[in-house]
């Protein structure tokens, strides 16, 4: 639950490869988490006091001692390239931290069409919750995991027959997606109950933006924060403007993150010059403050955002700047609380390494990690509703407009 990215410093949210898990792990099983939860930036990573101490290099002494005993006695056929990723994964997963990952060059090829919403799958975002289950952040409108009826922190148990448990969230991503028209077999728990999906993979292709005026309300849809995501929401502001609406919804449920920029820059079209839109922090001080640059066009109109659980990470940022800075309230369900940051790093090997470099915070000082943001006014939706096409998130929005 993927996810917070920069471009020359490019940061990119969740928990949730190049969309958090929630996360942001965000599929978007494979866009969400790595956008909704983490920062693409290959430039050098920020120096972490806590850790000067450590040594320059590590000992490998031993393990040269147990690859040579498994070299000399293991009934088997050994891969020294799987035992050289073995160590390279199994050294970031003993920091402890489910953001900190390290993707082989076989995922990180996908990561930039993941983060563009290309890909193939089922349409759903994974995360992990408090205790490293890999979960749903959230199902994809429109795509087989909604249709098939998983929905939101539903723990992923099995996939085919194979359990997840120790798995990280890119692994489980891996046995989820397949070309389209094969099939995969999801096994969950839900509120102690276990339950299993069959589901046929579909190409996934999902637009960024969509905008639509009704009843004299415009509404903005972000699926996720991607490069061109702040130029459309930017054109719908001047239509909106243009047709003079009494209000505007936001509707960033179910949206993993993305970069950072991007939200930033989404962030500044409600946002007076000079406001602040987050802070960084390591071990509680500010390393970088982002704000509000450029002309707020959507400042002076009325602004709900609709949120939910799957609304993580860059959603987040953008959800907790508008209601600090009081240019919008917030409708619907809690969010799905992703608060770190994370910097990729590109390897020499095409591979990536995900570290987990910072916390960021709301303009009134609050980190989000593992607790979300409340909405204003809580509206729920059930998968009863959704299934009839009934929206009362959206009908409660437009009630307040």
Do not use: C
Request: no cysteine; glycine share 10%; net charge negative.
């Amino acid at each position: 639950m993927t996810n917070i990215n920069k471009k020359t410093k490019e940061q990119t949210f969740n928990v949730s490869k190049f969309m958090a898990n929630i996360a942001i792990a965000l599929l978007i099983f494979g866009f969400g988490w790595y956008v909704g939860a983490g920062r693409v930036s290959f430039g050098n990573l920020h120096t972490n006091e806590l850790n000067k101490n450590l040594s320059g290099s590590l000992d490998y002494s031993s393990v040269n001692d147990i690859y040579s005993s498994l070299k000399q006695k293991y009934d088997g056929q050994l891969d020294e390239a799987k035992l050289v990723e073995g160590l390279k994964s199994g050294l970031v997963k003993a920091a402890g931290d489910p953001y900190t990952e390290y993707m082989p060059p076989e995922d990180a090829k996908e990561f930039s069409g993941d983060l563009e919403g290309k890909f193939e799958g089922i349409g759903a975002e994974l995360g992990k919750d408090k205790d490293n289950n890999i979960i749903i952040i959230s199902p994809i409108s429109g795509y087989p995991a909604e249709k098939a009826g998983l929905m939101p922190k539903d723990i992923i148990a099995e996939v085919n027959g194979e359990s997840t448990y120790d798995l990280s969230i890119s692994e489980v991503v891996d046995k989820i997606r397949g070309e389209k028209g094969t099939e995969v077999s999801i096994k969950v728990v839900r509120k102690g109950a276990v339950k299993e999906f069959k589901i046929t993979r579909e190409e996934i292709n999902i637009p960024s933006v969509k905008q639509e005026i009704k009843d004299g309300v415009g509404i903005i849809t972000i699926s996720r924060f991607g490069s061109d995501t702040a130029g459309l929401v930017d054109k719908a502001a001047d239509e909106f403007v243009n047709a003079k609406v009494k209000g505007i919804v936001l509707d960033l449920r179910g949206n993993p993150g993305g970069l950072l920029d991007s939200a930033v820059k989404v962030s500044g079209l409600w946002l007076d010059n000079g406001s602040t839109i987050l802070t960084e922090r390591r071990d509680g001080k500010i390393i970088e403050t982002f704000e509000a640059h450029g002309t707020p066009k959507l400042g002076n109109i009325k602004t709900v955002v609709l949120v939910n659980e799957g609304s993580a990470s860059a959603s987040e940022i953008v959800s907790g700047a508008l209601r600090d800075n009081k240019k919008a309230t917030l409708l619907g369900q809690k969010t799905y609380g992703k608060g770190s940051v994370q910097e990729p790093m590109e390897l020499d090997d095409g591979g990536i390494l995900k570290i987990t470099i910072a916390r960021w915070y709301t303009p009134a000082g609050k980190n989000i990690d593992k607790e979300g943001i409340e909405p204003d006014t809580k509206v729920d939706i059930t998968s009863e509703d959704i299934v009839s096409g009934r929206d009362p998130q959206l009908d409660a929005a437009l009630k307040q407009l």
